[in-house]
């Protein structure tokens, strides 16, 4: 299969259905899909100072049953199975009305669920009529094609958009399975004629996560019901291929004039392409005792020119005072704040006396490593 097979970074006009039955299978690395919520609204919804909510009433949103939503359900999961490669995976976003019905059809049809995220909205609409909790999150489910296939996570890109830089090794805590992220609005809500041009525009913010913590720069990245084309916009900026398709032409219209007017920066590999711990080879203390590079018994220093001293045991912990641990325990007891150890601790240079910084032998094991595998 050519990546020249697939319309890529094209808008198809018509029922995702068909479509995605026409296109050729196992092309695809990630499906996002927000198809419709099956909301079931009865009647207009009023807010307390008479003014009407803008709520879900869309055609496209309307089924005659649950047996009709699950046939329509089952279909598109189906023909998206179908495309997507053996390493693929997919991403579909509902709400009570739909997810659970959405998940057991996913299950059935041989997907396997990998997480369901909560979308945790920071600025919900509140429960009008006051009868029911307000509901604050929608949920995805994220799923590969087939179980135990390889797939793309981008676990530390994901760790470092967490932004926890107080972490030993400078990177962030994993990222959990629920995203506070506002809804879309301001002008990222795009409007025609000064009306919202869609009922359920996407943040970009939530498909940013999507696309970059499951897909590659270069990957084709697919969306069946692409509404204003937020999947598209992002994965342009993000350097993916993207495909649309979508019923609706005034959608057609105002998707395909949002991404003529996404500018992409060009490409950089140092930007766009994210390099996991295989970038950037992991090195346990004790591996410099194994090379000989430091030695059970010395003695490091805190600081260029602190007074803390601590000692090396054989086992790669340090032993300062009474208290024993990691480079990194010891240094954030010793200074009562998280540290990278590899930054704080100092030896003493036996042939000029100055004290060095230990990440410098970190960084003589992996150039060595990398000359090794050259
Ligand atoms: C929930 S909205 C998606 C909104 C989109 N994520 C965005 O950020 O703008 C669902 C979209 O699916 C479209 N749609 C519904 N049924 C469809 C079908 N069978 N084939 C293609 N598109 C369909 C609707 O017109 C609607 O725009």
Same mark, same amino acid.
């Given at each position: 299969?050519?990546?020249?097979?697939?319309?890529?970074?094209?808008?198809?006009?018509?029922?995702?259905?068909?479509?995605?039955?026409?296109?050729?299978?196992?092309?695809?690395?990630?499906?996002?899909?927000?198809?419709?919520?099956n909301?079931?609204?009865?009647?207009?919804?009023?807010?307390?100072?008479?003014?009407?909510?803008d709520?879900?009433?869309?055609?496209?949103?309307?089924?005659?049953?649950?047996?009709?939503y699950?046939?329509?359900?089952?279909?598109?999961?189906?023909?998206?199975?179908?495309?997507?490669?053996?390493?693929?995976?997919?991403?579909?976003?509902?709400?009570?009305?739909n997810?659970?019905?959405?998940?057991?059809?996913?299950?059935?049809?041989?997907?396997?669920?990998?997480?369901?995220?909560?979308?945790?909205?920071?600025?919900p609409?509140?429960?009008f009529?006051?009868?029911?909790?307000?509901?604050?999150h929608?949920?995805?489910?994220?799923?590969?094609?087939?179980?135990?296939?390889?797939?793309?996570?981008?676990?530390?890109?994901?760790?470092?958009?967490?932004?926890?830089?107080? +972490?030993?090794?400078?990177?962030?805590?994993?990222?959990r399975?629920?995203?506070?992220?506002?809804?879309?609005?301001?002008?990222?809500?795009?409007?025609?004629?000064?009306?919202?041009?869609?009922?359920?525009?996407?943040?970009?913010?939530?498909?940013? /996560?999507?696309?970059?913590?499951?897909?590659?720069?270069?990957d084709?990245?697919l969306?069946?019901?692409?509404?204003?084309?937020?999947?598209?916009?992002v994965?342009?900026?993000l350097?993916?291929?993207?495909i649309?398709?979508?019923?609706?032409?005034?959608?057609?219209?105002?998707?395909?004039?949002?991404?003529?007017?996404?500018?992409?920066l060009?490409?950089?590999?140092?930007?766009?392409?994210?390099?996991?711990?295989?970038?950037?080879?992991?090195?346990?203390?004790?591996?410099?005792?194994?090379?000989?590079?430091?030695?059970?018994?010395?003695?490091?220093?805190?600081?260029?020119?602190?007074?803390?001293?601590?000692?090396?045991?054989?086992?790669g912990?340090?032993?300062?005072?009474s208290?024993?641990?990691?480079?990194?325990?010891?240094? +954030?007891?010793?200074?009562?704040?998280?540290?990278n150890?590899?930054?704080y601790?100092?030896?003493?240079d036996?042939?000029?006396?100055?004290?060095?910084?230990?990440?410098?032998? /970190?960084? /003589?094991?992996?150039r060595?490593?990398?000359?090794?595998?050259?």
């Amino acid at each position: 299969m050519k990546h020249s097979d697939l319309p890529l970074d094209h808008i198809i006009q018509g029922d995702c259905v068909e479509e995605l039955n026409g296109l050729p299978e196992n092309s695809v690395d990630l499906v996002f899909a927000d198809p419709p919520y099956n909301l079931q609204l009865q009647g207009e919804l009023w807010r307390p100072n008479l003014t009407r909510v803008d709520a879900v009433s869309d055609e496209w949103d309307q089924f005659a049953d649950f047996a009709a939503y699950d046939a329509f359900t089952e279909a598109w999961l189906r023909a998206c199975r179908r495309v997507l490669k053996e390493t693929g995976t997919i991403w579909v976003i509902g709400t009570y009305h739909n997810i659970f019905r959405v998940g057991k059809l996913m299950q059935d049809l041989g997907y396997w669920i990998l997480n369901d995220v909560a979308w945790v909205k920071t600025n919900p609409m509140p429960n009008f009529r006051g009868v029911r909790f307000t509901n604050a999150h929608e949920t995805l489910i994220w799923a590969q094609k087939r179980r135990g296939a390889r797939y793309t996570f981008n676990y530390e890109a994901m760790k470092r958009l967490n932004d926890d830089s107080s +972490s030993p090794e400078g990177t962030g805590k994993q990222m959990r399975s629920d995203w506070q992220l506002p809804l879309c609005v301001g002008d990222e809500r795009l409007k025609v004629d000064g009306q919202k041009a869609h009922t359920t525009q996407k943040p970009e913010a939530l498909l940013y /996560r999507v696309i970059l913590a499951s897909s590659n720069p270069g990957d084709v990245v697919l969306d069946p019901f692409f509404g204003t084309g937020t999947t598209g916009a992002v994965a342009k900026k993000l350097h993916r291929h993207w495909i649309g398709i979508e019923r609706d032409e005034t959608y057609v219209r105002v998707a395909h004039e949002r991404l003529a007017s996404v500018q992409s920066l060009s490409f950089d590999e140092e930007v766009f392409v994210i390099k996991g711990k295989r970038g950037r080879p992991r090195v346990p203390f004790g591996t410099l005792l194994e090379r000989g590079l430091l030695q059970p018994g010395q003695t490091l220093y805190l600081d260029p020119k602190g007074e803390a001293q601590a000692k090396i045991l054989a086992d790669g912990s340090l032993k300062w005072d009474s208290f024993t641990g990691s480079i990194h325990q010891v240094a +954030s007891h010793i200074k009562k704040a998280p540290c990278n150890g590899w930054q704080y601790w100092y030896y003493e240079d036996p042939q000029t006396g100055q004290r060095q910084v230990i990440d410098e032998l /970190r960084e /003589r094991v992996r150039r060595e490593r990398s000359e090794d595998e050259a």
